[in-house]
């Protein structure tokens, strides 16, 4: 059974850095395209950032590029997302997410994830 465990949300000020991480348990997703999705109230969940399964590759939104990383250590089966510059915009609850594509170098934009974590709160005051 695939479990993804994110940590790392919590209440900061504008401005701020927050690192997320998302650890993965029950398959070799160590070997899989993994990524965050984020939503915010009211509004759909959307795309953040995601990485190929060797970390080569990786792709931001608009609204995070130049402020978001994406990291992965395939040893400890985890991917990280430190948030730089946090804006009250970026506030939501956030969610790990993975694409069954063994060996998948990339993210497949077009087609759902098929493991979600549950979420960690992210709120930026301004």
């Known amino acids: 059974q695939v479990q993804l465990v994110e940590t790392g949300g919590g209440l900061v000020q504008a401005g701020d850095s927050l690192r997320l991480s998302c650890a993965a348990s029950?398959?070799?997703?160590?070997?899989?395209?993994m990524g965050w999705f984020r939503q915010a109230p009211g509004k759909e969940r959307e795309f953040v950032a995601a990485i190929g399964w060797n970390g080569r590759n990786t792709y931001y939104a608009d609204s995070v590029k130049g402020r978001f990383t994406l990291s992965r250590d395939n040893t400890k089966i985890t991917v990280y997302l430190q948030m730089d510059s946090l804006k009250p915009e970026d506030t939501a609850v956030y969610y790990c997410a993975a694409q069954d594509r063994l060996f998948g170098s990339t993210w497949s934009a077009g087609s759902k994830p098929d493991y979600w974590g549950q979420g960690t709160q992210v709120t930026v005051s301004s």
């Open positions: 029950g398959r070799t997703l160590n070997r899989y395209p």
